[in-house]
């Protein structure tokens, strides 16, 4: 914190946050100094909540609020045949809207993507194995973004989980090519999950 | 903060900034989720720094740092028989990283704006006039924007002192018309500084 430029510290943190420039994060400070100290209080609280209370469900990776298992997992009334894998707990959030789906998740934490350094061993897929033995699932549904990645990694999965006795599925593809799953509207998910087919 | 989606409250907080969607939050509390406390924790101290420690200089009215007076009005190498006026905090902050002035400034805290109910007594003007009075201040150097309103603050206020014994200068146009100060680089602040005019 220089005396001089007072905003400089919060400038420079603002400016660290993805899609934030210097000249953005310059208007932000600027317009939390015209803020009341409590919405700025609101704000810290906010932030100091994902820090210290947010964390990853043991069960499914999904996002849990101090627990260590996320309300998904912990709804006995969710049908538990029934796993809904997904890359991603923005992918769970944008499932849960469209409100179809009754079963549970697997958040993978990723998609393989060899070119970046995500191979299976960094998701997770050993996970998903072990709830498959613990588990009384019976049915798979791969829910996936559709890009060369995506797909990978439903092929990879389905190949490994082949052997073992259960009915896989892919959602179908109303999403459009290229598209990301956590942009895509709640009517095309819907339609997505109703033409699921047998892999 | 529902149970269900744990990212909710911060979603919602951050989304109330400027510029900052629904979706934008989103990325920007996941990204948040995968950072480490520590660097969390810097990004609260430092919204708590702005919440708690930045005010407005009770003489020139730029930011200060807990103190009464900002560190340019303390300054006492700087020349206090010019006065630069700017509407707004972030135009010091431009001016000073250009370094050619070396006098003290006025932050008015806006321009005069009718159609956004701004008339000169939502600006601080009646504090210029009476630091007129008490400081030894010859010179008068207006910086705003060349918009409408900047200029119209401009002339209202050259009107205005017009009959004290000042030189009034206005900085020249070497900024693109309709462009806010702020944007401009340091160049052509420079320029603009030289290029002042008697008015």
């Not at 943190?13 to 100094?33: C, N, T, V, W, Y």
């Amino acid at each position: 914190m220089t005396r001089h430029d007072p905003l400089k510290g919060i400038v420079s943190e603002l400016s660290k946050l993805p899609g934030i420039g210097l000249k953005s994060a310059q208007r932000l400070a600027f317009h939390m100094l015209a803020q009341t100290q409590e919405s700025l209080t609101e704000l810290v609280r906010s932030i100091e909540d994902v820090r210290d209370h947010v964390k990853l469900c043991q069960r499914c990776f999904h996002l849990t609020y101090d627990e260590d298992e996320c309300v998904l997992c912990q709804d006995t009334r969710r049908n538990g045949s029934t796993l809904c894998v997904v890359s991603d707990s923005r992918d769970v959030i944008a499932l849960e809207k469209m409100g179809r789906f009754r079963g549970l998740y697997h958040v993978l934490g990723g998609v393989i993507a060899p070119l970046d350094g995500v191979g299976p061993d960094k998701l997770h897929i050993r996970e998903l194995l072990e709830r498959l033995k613990t588990e009384p699932i019976s049915e798979i549904i791969f829910a996936l973004s559709p890009s060369v990645e995506g797909e990978t990694t439903t092929m990879y999965l389905t190949r490994l989980l082949k052997p073992l006795d259960l009915k896989l599925y892919q959602i179908a593809y109303g999403i459009p090519m290229g598209g990301e799953l956590e942009w895509v509207d709640e009517m095309t998910l819907g339609r997505a999950f109703d033409g699921r087919r047998a892999l």
